[in-house]
């Protein structure tokens, strides 16, 4: 994968560009045709954020 990310500048530009990579998938979603499968990719990707952000906070201490 790729390196490590340590500083505070760094893991909020990887959050915030994985939030709009999120909100992006979102936008696109046409709710008559989705399937169970765009949710769980979805639920997917907002679980590896909340990943992040647990490793992130690990990192501050």
């Known amino acids: 994968m790729g390196n490590a990310i340590h500083d ?13 990579m999120f909100m992006d998938v979102l936008d ?4 008559e045709n989705t399937e169970l499968d765009d949710i769980d990719r979805l639920i997917g990707m907002i679980d590896d954020i909340e990943t992040k952000c647990e490793q992130f906070k690990k990192d501050e201490k």
Do not use: A, F, V, W
Request: net charge neutral; aromatic share 6%; glycine share 0%.
């Open 8 to 20: 505070n500048e760094s893991q909020l530009s990887y959050l915030k560009t994985r939030l709009n």
């Open 28 to 31: 696109s979603i046409d709710p």
